[in-house]
């Protein structure tokens, strides 16, 4: 398996533009989430998804959507990039919700992005 | 511990001996507590969890104890490896009850590990 997998790695926009960061996970996980994690804060939750076709806001999905077409992938979408999106964004995967018990969530590599 | 402002706290220790890093958990209703490690320029990874009716758990190396009472978590890594470097972050998981139930991620301790 290959996991959760993130494309781009790294991206630069400019104020304005739009882009749609992918993520994709083999592991037939019902549960999917994107975080983005900025300096002294800590991984903060942005949208999830508990389902294909199901999604749900997190604590700051300002700015940012999200769609689940398939079980498998789950991309995040910003509309008008601002230099407040500078971060480094984390896909997630887990069988539940948050990872309770045994399911832990498993996370992929990350897609750094700077908004000039 | 907890970072506060842009600078996480650090922890060092000497190869060989044992590590000690803390989390201070924000809500008395979360009833499931992880530890991720995350390595530069990678993903959180899953070390250890808990739930609260626990206040021990064992891994491979790795302890977490639970203090309900105080809010506190704590992760004990025996004879610290160099490869253990890394940050670590303690998540909560409020529960079905609230927080649509997902992780609360806590700021993260940089642990050193001098050879």
């Known amino acids: 398996n290959a996991g959760v997998t993130q494309t781009p790695k790294f991206q630069v926009l400019k104020t304005g533009q739009s882009m749609t960061l992918q993520c994709a996970q083999d592991?037939?996980?019902?549960?999917m989430s994107w975080y983005r994690q900025d300096p002294g804060m800590g991984l903060r939750l942005i949208h999830y998804?508990?389902?294909?076709?199901?999604?749900d806001q997190g604590e700051v999905p300002n700015g940012y959507n999200v769609s689940r077409s398939t079980t498998e992938d789950f991309p995040l979408r910003l509309l008008s990039a601002a230099p407040s999106q500078t971060s480094v964004y984390f896909c997630?995967?887990?069988?539940?919700?948050?990872?309770?018990?045994?399911?832990?969530?498993?996370f992929g590599p990350g897609t750094r992005l700077t908004v000039l | 511990g907890e970072s506060v402002g842009l600078h996480l706290p650090t922890l060092s220790v000497q190869e060989g001996d044992n590590s000690i890093i803390n989390c201070a958990y924000s809500?008395?209703?979360?009833?499931?507590f992880i530890w991720y490690k995350q390595e530069s320029g990678k993903g959180p990874q899953f070390i250890i969890d808990?739930?609260?009716?626990?206040d021990k758990r064992q891994g491979q190396r790795v302890t977490v104890l639970l203090n309900k009472t105080v809010k506190h978590l704590s992760l004990q890594i025996a004879a610290t490896q160099p490869g253990d470097s890394a940050v670590y972050f303690c998540?909560?998981?409020?529960?079905?009850?609230?927080?649509?139930?997902?992780?609360?991620f806590g700021k993260g301790t940089k642990l050193s590990v001098k050879p």
């Open positions: 997630a995967s887990s069988y539940s919700i948050g990872g309770r018990g045994t399911d832990t969530q498993y």
């Open positions: 808990i739930r609260s009716n626990m």
């Open positions: 809500n008395s209703a979360s009833d499931y």
């Open positions: 998540a909560e998981n409020i529960g079905p009850g609230g927080s649509q139930g997902n992780l609360i």
């Open positions: 998804s508990v389902g294909a076709g199901i999604t």
């Open positions: 592991m037939n996980h019902e549960y």
